[in-house]
Antibody
Framework: QVQLMQSGAEVKKPGASLKVSCKTSGYTFTGLFIHWLRQVPGQGPEWMGWINPNSGDPEYAQKFQGRVTMTRDTSTRTAYMEMRGLRSDDTAVFYC??????????WGQGTLVTVSS | EIVMTQSPATLSVSPGERAILSCRASQSVSSNLAWYQQKPGQAPRLLLYGASTRATGIPARFSGSGSGTEFTLTISSLQSEDFAVYYCQQYNNWPYTFGQGTKLEIK
């Protein structure tokens, strides 16, 4: 079955960078897009963008353009999301999700990121 | 971007009763709407897509309707495991956007 396993919780200072990993199993890695979403506590999820694991091409929501980079490593079946210039309002749970469709059937367990001085 | 508005924010219903949750889009999203269920500490779980098609393994008590800008999620006979937060998501336009959620609580 499709499984997505994310890296562990992180605490970051304002201005720092973050890199979250999403290791996949149970399907052909290059066959499904990997999406990244952010969920601030008490709010709905927010779609950040996706990466096509086959080509490596990403697409970003305009809000995150220039601050986020999505990459993948096909040899380890892992996708990565890097965010720079962290602020306190970036404190959230970050999720990866996989699929061919723009709705999300398979999710990682989430990575809690706390940004605090 | 398309704004998704869910109502009510909180819905109190007794087990065995029916719950009706609403979702409104700021412009038409055709039938490109999904519903999710989220429990504390868990990732969202896909319930419906295409406004009314149940995802794999979703019980028949979950149903959806609507198109354009008005959508409804109906849970026909609430079970204890159904008390959670529910989100709608449009995927008709970039960026894909979610509502703020409806918390379904036990009455």
């Amino acid at each position: 079955q499709v499984q997505l396993m994310q890296s562990g919780a992180e605490v970051k200072k304002p201005g720092a960078s973050l890199k979250v990993s999403c290791k996949t199993s149970g399907y052909t890695f290059t066959g499904l897009f990997i999406h990244w979403l952010r969920q601030v506590p008490g709010q709905g999820p927010e779609w950040m963008g996706w990466i096509n694991p086959n080509s490596g091409d990403p697409e970003y929501a305009q809000k995150f353009q220039g601050r986020v980079t999505m990459t993948r490593d096909t040899s380890t079946r892992t996708a990565y999301m890097e965010m720079r210039g962290l602020r306190s309002d970036d404190t959230a749970v970050f999720y990866c999700a996989s699929g061919l469709t723009p709705y999300f059937e398979h999710w990682g367990q989430g990575t809690l990121v706390t940004v605090s001085s | 971007e398309i704004v998704m508005t869910q109502s009510p924010a909180t819905l109190s219903v007794s087990p065995g009763e029916r719950a009706i949750l609403s979702c409104r889009a700021s412009q038409s999203v055709s039938s490109n709407l999904a519903w999710y269920q989220q429990k504390p500490g868990q990732a969202p779980r896909l319930l419906l897509y295409g406004a009314s098609t149940r995802a794999t393994g979703i019980p028949a008590r979950f149903s959806g309707s609507g198109s354009g800008t008005e959508f409804t999620l109906t849970i026909s006979s609430l079970q204890s495991e159904d008390f959670a937060v529910y989100y709608c998501q449009q995927y008709n336009n970039w960026p894909y956007t979610f509502g703020q959620g409806t918390k379904l609580e036990i009455k």
